[in-house]
């Protein structure tokens, strides 16, 4: 008869038995987002890319992580370090770039820019630049999936000075008093801009405030996509069988600063160097080699192709014209023929 330990090292090899596919999936989409967000800083530094920009670079396993582990139809709303959702979700890499240069054949036409993607037929409902704005809007949207009875869900980003907003309070209330099907992830890299959590409140293992509306809520490393996966898969579950939400505090780290703005003289090089040592890239990078699941000429041919991708994300975007001034009054309100005064 086998031990409690030989049941508990078989359920853990079980548990992290996936298929080539995801590994590989993890692998190509974290790259993709990683050499995106690399070219998109260096075309800020060119003044190609203006305005506001906040990249995504260390955290891309919050991402995968949770695509793999959800359904098609599932929807997806997070703050203004938006780039690299839509990318994880499939929107043609070309037309992010083109909104972050603002041109017309952005994915928002141009006018949203770096904080503002959308891409409705992907599920991804934005960008959102007031600070826990979507958290509320997260909540609506699974709202709706339950009213309709979709069986969907939606997962609600939010970076860690988010939840000192009154608003993901009332949004965590009304989540677990209806038992809406949205699985709320804070992206805590550490840094609210640049004021670490540590000297913003007296709680500062964030996944206890869910705690006060007795919602699940537990930490994840992540820093690991297998362990992302795991902790989105199980609050969908939760999710589809009418239970209501899951509070996951996703412990991350941004390799740059809060935006391209930012030096980020607030930390040392030492605990930056600390966390890019558990790159969560590198991390899956091991395992594919390691389970022999493709060898290391396969994953520069990859690098390959990623890099072409950005490429030509750049040179489409170079190449694709301005907005119309007209464009202006266009998608603000349903009505088309809204009266605007224009005197």
């Given at each position: 008869?086998?031990?409690?330990?030989?049941?508990a090292k078989?359920?853990?090899?079980?548990?992290?038995?996936?298929?080539?596919e995801t590994?590989?999936?993890?692998?190509e989409?974290?790259?993709l987002m990683?050499?995106?967000?690399?070219?998109?800083?260096?075309?800020?530094?060119q003044?190609k890319?203006?305005?506001?920009?906040?990249?995504?670079?260390g955290q891309?396993?919050?991402?995968?992580?949770?695509?793999?582990?959800?359904?098609?139809?599932?929807?997806?709303i997070?703050?203004?370090?938006d780039?690299a959702h839509?990318?994880?979700?499939?929107?043609?890499?070309?037309t992010?770039m083109?909104e972050?240069?603002?041109?017309?054949?952005?994915?928002?036409k141009g006018k949203?820019?770096?904080m503002?993607m959308?891409?409705k037929?992907?599920?991804?409902?934005?960008?959102?630049?007031?600070?826990?704005?979507q958290?509320?809007?997260?909540?609506?949207?699974g709202?709706?999936?339950?009213?309709?009875?979709?069986?969907?869900?939606?997962v609600t980003?939010?970076?860690?000075?988010?939840?000192?907003?009154g608003?993901f309070?009332?949004a965590?209330?009304l989540a677990?008093t209806?038992?809406?099907?949205?699985?709320?992830?804070?992206?805590n890299?550490?840094?609210a801009?640049?004021?670490?959590?540590?000297?913003?409140s007296?709680?500062?293992?964030?996944?206890k405030?869910g705690?006060?509306y007795?919602?699940?809520?537990?930490?994840?490393?992540a820093?690991?996509?297998?362990?992302?996966?795991h902790?989105?898969?199980?609050a969908?579950?939760?999710?589809?069988?009418?239970?209501?939400?899951t509070?996951?505090?996703?412990?991350?780290?941004r390799?740059?600063?809060?935006?391209?703005?930012?030096?980020?003289?607030?930390r040392?090089k030492?605990e930056l160097?600390?966390?890019?040592a558990k790159?969560?890239i590198?991390?899956?990078?091991?395992?594919?080699?390691?389970?022999?699941?493709?060898?290391?000429?396969?994953?520069?041919?990859?690098d390959?192709?990623?890099?072409d991708?950005?490429a030509?994300?750049?040179?489409?975007?170079?190449d694709?014209?301005?907005p119309d001034?007209?464009?202006?009054l266009?998608?603000?309100y349903a009505?088309?023929?809204?009266?605007?005064?224009m005197?």
């Open positions: 008869m086998a031990s409690v330990k030989d049941k078989a359920k853990a090899t079980a548990k992290d038995n996936f298929s080539n590994y590989m999936f993890w692998y989409t974290m790259q990683r050499k995106f967000e690399e070219k998109a800083g260096q075309l800020y530094g003044q890319i203006r305005g506001f920009c906040h990249l995504y670079i891309e396993a919050c991402v995968a992580g949770a695509i793999s582990a959800l359904e098609t139809g599932d929807k997806y997070t703050a203004y370090r780039h839509p990318i994880g979700l499939g929107s043609d890499p070309k992010i083109a972050l240069y603002g041109k017309e054949t952005g994915i928002s949203g820019g770096s503002h959308f891409d037929e992907k599920g991804f409902f934005g960008g959102h630049g007031i600070v826990g704005a958290v509320p809007l997260g909540l609506g949207i709202f709706a999936e339950k009213y309709q009875k979709t069986g969907k869900l939606c980003y939010m970076g860690d000075g988010a939840v000192r907003q608003a309070h009332e965590l209330n677990m209806y038992k809406i099907p949205v699985i709320f992830a804070i992206e890299n550490g840094y801009m640049g004021t670490s959590v540590q000297r913003t007296n709680v500062t293992e964030l996944y405030l705690s006060a007795d919602m699940p809520s537990f930490p994840v490393d820093m690991s996509v297998v362990d992302v996966h902790a989105f898969a199980e969908a579950e939760r999710a589809r069988k009418g239970d209501g939400p509070l996951l505090e996703l412990r991350t780290y390799y740059k600063g809060h935006s391209m703005s930012d030096p980020a003289k607030y040392t030492e160097e600390e966390y890019k790159d969560p590198e991390q899956v990078r091991q395992l594919i080699l390691d389970k022999k699941i493709a060898k290391e000429a396969d994953l520069e041919k990859i390959d192709k990623i890099k991708q950005v030509e994300a750049v040179q489409f975007s170079e694709s014209g301005w001034p007209s464009e202006s266009k998608d603000v009505q088309q023929d809204y009266p605007y005064l005197e």
